[in-house]
């Protein structure tokens, strides 16, 4: 650490970098105190020695990474993203690789960052530091995670689908659904919430132009849209464009098996991640395989169920994923029939390890009257729940009074037709979904 410090010193002084200024271009004044508290003081010079770094390769390839500063009293939002065991980096990248922030721990200031982005939590040994600051010096995040594929000692975790929406947007929220029907064509449901200012929300479909709008929400349905097709929706404010989210998919696979599947959801409970899905009816099934993803594009197994086989009636099923750490987790599901042959039956869905409100347990489903439904709430507070039906049509909606931790209500489906149903509970800033179908 003192040869690293003096390394810094003398960087400071051949190039005229003020490296006081540098370190505090990353953190905020009021946590510069405690950062440099001896359990942190070889991370400070570890962090340190990559910031000269940086400067110095800047000045010697002609590459720039733009740092704006976020002094105390600056009135800049500080951003914070889940923390990661062990990281001693956190870089946040737009989706066409371009670096936008660095930081010692996972806050940065978000001055300005709108958007999508991806952001990484960088591991680390002494050995490799230099090497870092070359992978970071070219403002480009592939070169970072080129290098954690070829250097055993830097390890990249990429977390994607982090949308950051202006400070005056902190509320405003967008879910999909994609519902596949038994002829193989898919609809899109869209549920909104957030800061409309009274003028209500534009929906424009980004692949053929059309808007519609404006609408006071909280549901809009799309389709129905051929089989393996894509989609994209952006959801804006109307008095605030600048407000704006976007659903989209590239292809949009509704897969035929020998299965027909009832739920299929994940939840985020103590012990890990909970899965559970229902069939409705099983032919030749003999093994379910659940897959699991951190960027939900490479899966690998984690685990397997033995399936019923031949069945005619609803069988529910479940597989608890333990050691899993803080953020977005993805899920799908493969079928193993009796002759081997492999698919995949369900869509990928995702689970996000925050304490909040969640869905853990629909049931029964399919039903033909009550249905149930556990969720979970951080807080003693006032939720509204809602059942939604595939048009996006608002069917009923009642205030309940949830209590911190576990909750339980019934929903009456008897009024209902038969098909499929979305439960909605929003407690003003986040929303959760679950489908059931009413037989």
């Known amino acids: 650490s003192l040869i690293i410090h003096i390394f810094i010193l003398l960087f400071s002084n051949t190039m005229e970098l003020n490296l006081e200024m540098q370190i505090f271009w990353f953190l905020d004044l009021n946590k510069v105190k405690p950062f440099l508290c001896m359990n942190n003081?070889?991370?400070?010079?570890?962090?340190?020695?990559?910031?000269?770094?940086?400067?110095?390769l800047s000045n010697c390839v002609n590459a720039q990474i733009d740092f704006t500063p976020c002094l105390s009293g600056s009135g800049c939002v500080i951003l914070e993203v889940?923390?990661?065991?062990?990281?001693?980096?956190?870089?946040?990248?737009?989706?066409?690789?371009?670096?936008?922030?660095?930081?010692?721990?996972?806050?940065?200031?978000?001055?300005?960052?709108v958007?999508?982005?991806?952001?990484?939590?960088?591991?680390?040994?002494?050995?490799?530091?230099?090497a870092i600051s070359e992978a970071l010096a070219t403002s480009c995040i592939n070169d970072l995670v080129d290098l954690a594929n070829n250097d055993a000692d830097v390890d990249v975790e990429e977390f994607c689908n982090i949308s950051i929406a202006p400070s005056d947007c902190d509320d405003f929220q967008l879910y999909h659904e994609t519902i596949c029907s038994s002829s193989g064509s898919y609809q899109i449901l869209l549920i909104f919430q957030g800061v409309s200012g009274g003028g209500g929300y534009m929906i424009t479909n980004d692949l053929t132009g059309e808007s519609y709008g404006p609408t006071g929400g909280p549901t809009a349905s799309f389709g129905p849209f051929e089989n393996g097709t894509g989609f994209s929706f952006t959801v804006s404010i109307t008095n605030?464009?600048?407000?704006?989210?976007?659903?989209?998919?590239?292809?949009?696979?509704?897969?035929?098996v020998d299965i027909e599947l009832a739920r299929f959801n994940a939840s985020a409970i103590e012990n890990g991640n909970e899965i559970n899905w229902i069939t409705a009816t099983e032919?030749?099934?003999?093994?379910?395989?659940?897959?699991?993803?951190?960027?939900g594009v490479d899966f690998a197994q984690v685990g397997t169920i033995a399936a019923a086989g031949n069945s005619n009636v609803s069988r529910d099923y479940s597989y608890l994923h333990t050691n899993t750490n803080a953020g977005i987790?993805?899920?799908?599901?493969?079928?193993?029939?009796?002759?081997?042959?492999?698919?995949?039956?369900?869509?990928?869905?995702?689970?996000?390890?925050?304490?909040?409100?969640?869905?853990?347990?629909?049931?029964?489903?399919?039903?033909?009257?009550l249905v149930n439904v556990d969720?979970?709430?951080?807080?003693?507070?006032?939720?509204?729940?809602?059942v939604v039906d595939i048009t996006g049509k608002i069917l009923d909606q009642e205030e309940y009074n949830a209590v911190k931790g576990a909750n339980n209500l019934t929903i009456d489906a008897?009024?209902?037709?038969?098909?499929?149903?979305?439960?909605?509970?929003?407690?003003?800033?986040?929303?959760?979904?679950?489908?059931?179908?009413k037989n």
Not at 416 to 428: D, K, L, T
């Open 283 to 295: 032919s030749n099934a003999k093994f379910f395989v659940v897959e699991h993803s951190r960027n």
């Open 115 to 130: 958007g999508d982005y991806c952001y990484y939590a960088v591991s680390f040994s002494d050995e490799s530091t230099f």
């Open 375 to 386: 969720f979970g709430s951080e807080t003693d507070e006032t939720v509204v729940v809602r």
């Open 41 to 56: 003081f070889t991370k400070f010079l570890k962090l340190g020695f990559v910031i000269a770094t940086l400067t110095f």
């Open 414 to 437: 008897r009024p209902y037709g038969v098909g499929n149903y979305f439960i909605s509970i929003s407690n003003g800033t986040s929303t959760v979904v679950e489908r059931f179908v």
């Open 240 to 256: 605030n464009p600048i407000c704006s989210f976007t659903a989209s998919a590239s292809i949009v696979d509704c897969y035929t």
């Open 329 to 369: 987790h993805y899920y799908r599901l493969k079928e193993i029939d009796t002759e081997g042959n492999i698919r995949i039956f369900t869509e990928v869905i995702s689970v996000n390890r925050v304490v909040g409100l969640t869905i853990n347990n629909v049931y029964p489903v399919p039903t033909v009257d």
């Open 82 to 113: 889940p923390s990661y065991p062990g990281a001693s980096l956190y870089v946040i990248a737009s989706e066409d690789c371009d670096i936008v922030g660095i930081s010692s721990d996972n806050t940065f200031p978000n001055n300005g960052l």
